[in-house]
């Protein structure tokens, strides 16, 4: 995409040197209307004492009304009045930046939310069609395959067949202020100017004979206006045209709203005609005929859909962002607030579904650069204008491609690589017969996404497959050697290639240039595909694979005008191929193939691969060397808003790595019960055995640290719901199987209400809870002291045992952290730390670990973000590394496997538990700012026993 051009620096100003913010460490709120910028900055105090350098905001603009997360944007121009509109935010920011905070916010670049009228771009595009001012926003099809859309847009909106709707009258036509609707319950969508004309000759005939000349001459004249406005679906209208359309309609509705004012007999004979249609379904559908959309039963979205989506959520449309006019309406506000200083940074949400990542990247810190009055060179090697972080997976042996302008990931592939820290992967073989026996699932985590990826093509995306099938049949009727492909055929194929794609997306740009291992990637993805093909008995001839690649390469043979013609070509099929394969990868394997392989759910989460079976150390290290010199302010993550389960879910059930002898034994036990509990269907087993197993590891997971089961139950019959629906296989969000679906909610109850499960539940929840603990707060101190910057998700200084959203957006009880926070003020130091791991369900223990690791950040930023890193050897159950700089240093100690460790004998490794084991240090002083602890090493290393003496964790600042 081409960045917009900077204006040139204001006279008597001098361009300076870009001098960026960059975050220290970050706080994730989530904003909606029920906690909005005044009570968000209520706690700001708090959060400055707690040590955050900035705090990050969920989606700040308008969105649609209620919205509980913000990421339906209906206007990036706008900051959204539910949560205080642009004076509130500013009040926020000038809070923040008293208390020395800076304000990074999220940024959805890549869709926008068209539900329920609130989005007054896509309302002008359905009145307007292709003639609308603002048809260039969304990417939308209007030449499909299906001509009964040709210049519309689907709109599967309807809760039954259109023919039926509109028999059982649902459908009718309205009008309010001299504007038209098309009326279906409480969604009214506007009415195309054409339609309306010819609704107006209608009321001409409905006239009383008394009504007087000009009156009719007026509504005649209106009508004809109307008729003869240019056709919608005219490919000739310049951006004028549209303007002048949009200005004449606005005349033409005044108009008509002054003559319903001033005319009784007008107001009447329109009311008559609207009447008669709405009495007439052969009328009506007529008129509905006509508009600028075609309405649809919800369930054909899929199949049919001709706007590219957000997944396959018909309530999120994507964006042309690489159109440099949608580009700069989108970013202008936040250019703005740039430009006053009232944000940041810039969190940017699902990039991969941009046309051009790295074009957008760089756009953005061009228009950033100008906003703040900063020279930059693109192709120089001067720092960022901006603090930009992107949402991306990365999968295992993927790396982020360093010419992109940012400063890193939002952080997930660290999550996955911490993650796995504390999962035992010497007990894999173990955990996946226990999984096997339980469930009878046999196949891999590869086989579930291959099978997800395929499923999500069938079902949930066809109509994004089929468009661009459609494209690719059209570049091969243009080519002799390949014009002989079917439409089928190439369908096939290009279904088979996205399922074995290794990645979420390739990254070639519009004008040919690719990241490295871009074509190796397809490489790989067409010869695992025709292996596929050949397994399958070789239904499709394996030229059609090595045609497509020949296209996504852009190997056009040749020279010339006619070859750069055909590369050009190539490469825009290429860019909207690359658009496909990320939401498929996503829904194929985050809300299908993760709800379908249930060996270890904590394994299971974004930016992670259940096929890998836990972190190495060695690998952990090496990620974090890299990070360090490759990106030093990426965002590290340990829970977010997306994330399956929080960051101490997760760790408690990687306690089952370390036991499986113990969970397959419990798993026997309760077998009976569960069978007990369970209804025999039409198709199986409610629950089925999956969904079962799911269950008892995400109920031991979130078993409440403080005992309150109050609301246990009920989330539980929630999580399980939602996972049954995601695995998609005996009930979805699409087909919901109710018999099921009640199944799973008395199973959870009864399960839950037998005395005897739940008093083993909670034997095996008090007896892997410290070990649990453990992993929790070592992953804490390790995510707050590694290379990067570490964000803290809301609640998450204290437990955070929350499921899939929207439990993971439960409100955060700030009082009681603001207690625990004045406690730690008042009396740090090694007796408040024992005192607080004596009573680690409270939460407040995690709280002391952030707040110390945090000011220990503030107090040394250099060494935090610019020192190296350097892994130490301490064996297998210690995580252990330095941060060096310029003299200072910090040692992180973080226990690992302690279950394994202290088997089971005692709650915390602590003391004689690690008996000659040896920390290798440089010779000094350090304290513990933990506990307060301070050793001298001598001899190039300490006994582990002596730092982890009293409290379970270290993180050791040379004095």
């Known amino acids: 995409m081409t960045a917009p051009v900077p204006e040139a620096v204001a006279p008597g100003q001098e361009a300076q040197a870009p001098v960026p913010h960059l975050p220290s460490s970050t706080y994730r709120l989530q904003i909606h209307q029920g906690f909005d910028f005044t009570a968000a900055r209520r706690i700001l105090p708090y959060l400055a004492r707690l040590g955050v350098s900035d705090v990050y905001l969920s989606p700040i603009w308008a969105s649609t009304p209620g919205s509980p997360h913000g990421y339906d944007v209906t206007d990036h121009a706008v900051v959204n009045p539910e949560l205080g509109g642009i004076a509130g935010l500013r009040r926020f920011s000038a809070r923040a930046r008293e208390l020395g905070l800076g304000v990074v916010v999220d940024f959805v670049p890549n869709h926008m939310g068209i539900q329920g009228g609130h989005n007054p771009y896509w309302e002008d595009v359905l009145m307007h069609g ?286 996955a690589e911490l993650n796995g820290v504390f999962v035992d992967a010497s007990h894999e073989e173990e955990l996946t017969a226990v999984y096997r026996r339980f469930t009878g699932d046999r196949l891999s985590y590869g086989d579930h996404l291959y099978r997800g990826k395929h499923l999500i093509q069938r079902v949930s995306l066809p109509g994004e497959v089929n468009v661009l099938t459609e494209s690719l049949e059209r570049l091969g009727e243009a080519d002799l050697r390949s014009r002989d492909f079917t439409l089928s055929t190439l369908r096939n194929a290009v279904r088979e290639v996205i399922a074995t794609f290794p990645v979420y997306r390739t990254y070639i740009r519009t004008d040919g240039r690719r990241e490295p291992g871009d074509n190796a990637k397809i490489a790989q993805a067409v010869r695992d595909a025709k292996a596929q093909n050949r397994r399958e008995g070789g239904p499709l001839d394996p030229s059609v694979f090595d045609y497509l690649q020949t296209v996504l390469t852009l190997d056009a043979s040749g020279e010339g005008e006619q070859a750069e013609a055909t590369r050009a070509a190539y490469a825009d099929f290429a860019l909207k191929f690359q658009q496909l394969t990320g939401p498929v990868t996503a829904k194929g394997a985050e809300d299908t193939a993760f709800y379908r392989y249930a060996r270890l759910l904590s394994l299971n989460e974004v930016g992670g691969d259940p096929a890998h079976f836990g972190t190495r150390l060695k690998d952990f290290h090496a990620a974090a060397r890299e990070r360090a010199r490759r990106w030093p302010q990426a965002m590290l993550s340990g829970s977010t808003h997306d994330t399956k389960r929080g960051e101490d879910t997760r760790a408690r059930i990687s306690v089952l790595s370390e036991l499986p002898q113990a969970w397959g034994a419990f798993v026997r036990r309760w077998a009976p019960l569960i069978l007990q509990h369970s209804q025999e269907l039409e198709l199986g087993l409610a629950p089925s055995p999956l969904d079962a197993y799911t269950l008892l590891q995400t109920a031991l997971g979130a078993y409440p640290l403080s005992g309150n089961l109050t609301d246990y139950p009920d989330r539980l019959s929630a999580y399980l719901l939602k996972a049954s629906r995601e695995a998609k296989l005996r009930t979805s969000w699409a087909a919901p199987d109710e018999e099921y679906e009640a199944a799973l909610k008395t199973f959870v109850d009864g399960l839950l209400g037998d005395s005897g499960f739940a008093a083993a539940l909670r034997d095996l929840h008090v007896l892997i809870s410290p070990y649990g603990a453990q992993n929790g707060l070592s992953a804490t101190l390790a995510r707050l002291t590694a290379p990067g910057v570490p964000d803290t998700y809301q609640g998450s200084e204290g437990w955070n045992q929350s499921l899939v959203d929207p439990d993971n957006r439960r409100p955060v009880d700030y009082a009681v952290r603001q207690r625990t926070l004045s406690r730690l003020e008042k009396r740090p130091g090694l007796d408040l730390a024992r005192t607080l791991l004596d009573s680690y369900e409270d939460g407040a223990v995690k709280t002391l670990v952030t707040w110390a690791a945090l000011q220990t950040r503030a107090a040394h930023p250099e060494l935090f973000r610019d020192g190296g890193y350097r892994s130490i050897d301490a064996g297998r159950h210690l995580l252990a590394f330095a941060r060096e700089h310029d003299g200072e240093a910090a040692i992180t100690v973080a226990p690992r496997l302690t279950l394994t460790l202290t088997r089971q004998a005692v709650p915390w490794a602590l003391g004689e538990v690690w008996v000659n084991r040896q920390l290798p240090l440089p010779s000094g002083s350090y304290e513990n700012v933990l506990t307060g602890e301070r050793f001298t090493v001598r001899g190039g290393r300490i006994p582990v026993a002596k730092v982890l003496e009293d409290f379970p964790l270290a993180l050791l600042v040379r004095r």
Request: proline share 5%.
């Open 130 to 415: 292709q003639a609308s001012r603002f048809s260039h926003f969304f990417d939308i099809s209007w030449h499909p395959l299906k001509r009964a859309l040709e210049g519309r847009v689907l709109l599967p909106v309807l809760g039954d067949q259109y023919g039926r709707v509109l028999e059982k009258g649902e459908l009718s036509v309205e009008h309010a202020d001299g504007r038209f609707f098309v009326r279906y319950w409480e969604r009214k969508l506007p009415m195309s100017p054409r339609s309306i004309g010819v609704l107006l000759n209608m009321v001409r005939g409905q006239l009383p004979a008394s009504t007087d000349a000009m009156t009719r001459a007026e509504l005649a004249s209106i009508a004809r206006s109307m008729e003869t406005l240019p056709r919608s679906t005219s490919d000739t209208l310049t951006d004028e045209d549209r303007v002048g359309r949009a200005q004449e309609l606005e005349v033409m509705t005044r108009r008509l709203r002054e003559l319903l004012d001033a005319s009784p007999e007008v107001h009447g004979a329109l009311d008559a005609a609207l009447a008669a249609v709405n009495a007439d379904s052969a009328q009506l559908d007529a008129l509905i005929t006509e508009q600028n959309y075609r309405l649809a039963f919800w369930k054909v979205a899929a199949e049919e859909i001709n706007y590219r989506r957000f997944f396959d959520i018909n309530d999120l449309a994507a964006l042309r962002m690489e159109d440099p006019r949608v580009f700069a309406w989108a970013h202008a506000t936040l250019f703005e607030l740039l430009r006053e200083g009232v944000i940041h940074g810039v969190r940017l949400d699902h990039t991969d579904g941009l046309y051009d990542p790295a074009g957008y990247f760089q756009a953005l810190q061009a228009g950033a650069a100008q906003a703040l009055g900063v020279e930059w060179d693109p192709e120089g090697d001067g720092p960022l204008p901006l603090y930009v972080v992107a949402e991306k997976i990365l999968e295992p042996g993927e790396k982020l491609p360093e010419a992109w302008a940012v400063y890193g990931t939002t952080g997930y592939d660290f999550l």
